[in-house]
């Protein structure tokens, strides 16, 4: 199946600990993202990769760590884990905006509860 | 700061009813705008989009308004189905990149 997926779906941790998380995309798309969805359901992209390369970095602490070994995976490490990171992590491909369309494909999530 | 407008409210509808979903955004740079339906456990899915030089798009059920003077989107659901139950989102777009920003959700619920 063509898709993005992610792993794991489920974290639990304590906190203190380093943890990663992965996604892969088959989809053919060059820019992928990583999204915090908290407990309201807000969705805040966090980062943004094209072609390997960062583009966008909001305001994230610097214990997140995106890694883009090549353009179909983006994974996402966070280290020193507190309590404030549970929540739901998406990720998401899309073609470049140059291409004309912004549609982003999400994973399913990984949730993460730190403990 | 300038945002897509939504804090998550809840919609109850009937079975066969038509939904309307409501969105207001306050960046009128903002030249695209897509919905998003995401269910119990799972990653958003793309129901629709619209380019800011149109004021209306069809898609099968589904309906999507755009009206930039007053800097409103509504999805418009026709015939709900209990399959449509699920938390949806507006997001805004613009063309200097490939950043989303999303609103705060809606919870639709379908009534049997």
């Known amino acids: 199946d063509t898709a993005v997926s992610q792993t794991p779906k489920y974290l639990v941790t304590q906190m203190g600990n380093d943890k990663s998380i992965k996604c892969e995309q088959n989809?053919?798309?060059?820019?992928m993202y990583w999204y915090k969805q908290d407990s309201k359901k807000f969705l805040k992209i966090m980062f943004s990769?094209?072609?390997?390369?960062?583009?966008i970095n909001e305001t994230v602490p610097n214990r997140f760590s995106p890694k883009s070994p090549d353009k179909a995976h983006l994974n996402l490490h966070i280290n020193s884990l507190e309590l404030g990171d549970s929540a739901v992590y998406f990720c998401?491909?899309?073609?470049?905006?140059?291409?004309?369309?912004?549609?982003?494909?999400f994973g399913p999530g990984t949730r993460l509860t730190v403990t | 700061g300038e945002s897509v407008g939504l804090h998550l409210p809840t919609l109850s509808v009937q079975e066969g009813d038509n939904s309307i979903i409501n969105c207001a955004y306050s960046n009128s740079a903002s030249d695209y705008f897509i919905w998003y339906k995401q269910e119990s456990g799972k990653g958003p899915q793309f129901i629709i989009d619209?380019?800011?030089?149109?004021d209306k798009r069809q898609g099968q059920r589904v309906t999507v308004l755009l009206n930039k003077t007053v800097k409103h989107l509504s999805l418009q659901i026709a015939a709900t189905q209990p399959g449509d139950s699920a938390v949806y989102f507006c997001a805004e777009g613009r063309n200097a990149g490939n950043m989303l920003t999303f609103g705060g959700g809606t919870r639709l619920m379908v009534k049997p």
């Open positions: 990769y094209n072609n390997k390369e960062l583009i």
């Open positions: 619209i380019r800011s030089n149109m």
């Open positions: 998401a491909s899309s073609h470049t905006a140059l291409a004309g369309s912004y549609e982003q494909y």
């Open positions: 989809l053919g798309h060059d820019t």
